[in-house]
C-alpha cells in the first residue's frame, strides 16, 4: 500500500530554510553577475550561515561585504521570466522535481522534443539560480 509520505517523500527536507534558498556558492556568482541585494534571508560569508533579514537589518547597512542576498524560491520565481522570446520561438520556463534523480530540473521548452536548455541542482532555489545565471550570460534578461 503506498502512503501519501511516499509519494511526497523528502517534503519536509525541501522545507528547511537551507534547502529554500540559493546555495552560498551560487550566491555569490548571482550577486557578482548583477543579482539585486535584496531579500527575507542573507549569507554571512564570516559564519557561513543564513540569516533571516529581520534579525540584523541595520547591520547589512552598516558591513555591506559581509553578508550576499539570498534569495528564495520564491523571490527568484517572481524575477524569472516566464516565457523566454528568441528569434525562433518562445520557451516556457518550467521547474520540476525529478523523483527518478532526487534533484530539481529547469528547462527552458517549446515543446517536448524542442527544449533550449536543461538545468540541474540539488534544490528548487539552486535550479531557479542557475537558470537565472544562464539566462543573464546568454542576455535573455
Known amino acids: 500500500m503506498t502512503k501519501i509520505k511516499d509519494v511526497v517523500g523528502g517534503m519536509e527536507e525541501d522545507m528547511?530554510?537551507?534547502?529554500?534558498?540559493?546555495?552560498?556558492?551560487?550566491?555569490?556568482?548571482?550577486?557578482?553577475?548583477?543579482?539585486?541585494?535584496?531579500?527575507?534571508?542573507?549569507?554571512?560569508?564570516?559564519?557561513?550561515?543564513?540569516?533571516?533579514?529581520?534579525?540584523?537589518?541595520?547591520?547589512?547597512?552598516?558591513?555591506?561585504?559581509?553578508?550576499?542576498?539570498?534569495?528564495?524560491?520564491?523571490?527568484?520565481?517572481?524575477?524569472?521570466?516566464?516565457?523566454?522570446r528568441t528569434k525562433d520561438n518562445d520557451y516556457n520556463l518550467v521547474i520540476v522535481k525529478d523523483l527518478n534523480k532526487l534533484q530539481y530540473e529547469a528547462e527552458l521548452d517549446y515543446s517536448t522534443w524542442d527544449i533550449l536548455k536543461t538545468i540541474e541542482a540539488d534544490t528548487e532555489a539552486n535550479a531557479r539560480a542557475k537558470m537565472w545565471l544562464y539566462l543573464k550570460k546568454e542576455k535573455l534578461i
Open 16 to 84: 528547511k530554510p537551507e534547502n529554500q534558498v540559493v546555495s552560498l556558492e551560487l550566491d555569490k556568482e548571482l550577486k557578482e553577475n548583477g543579482y539585486k541585494q535584496e531579500g527575507l534571508w542573507w549569507w554571512d560569508l564570516e559564519t557561513k550561515s543564513i540569516l533571516p533579514v529581520g534579525y540584523f537589518s541595520l547591520t547589512i547597512k552598516s558591513n555591506p561585504q559581509r553578508y550576499v542576498a539570498a534569495p528564495t524560491v520564491a523571490e527568484l520565481g517572481e524575477r524569472l521570466p516566464k516565457t523566454i
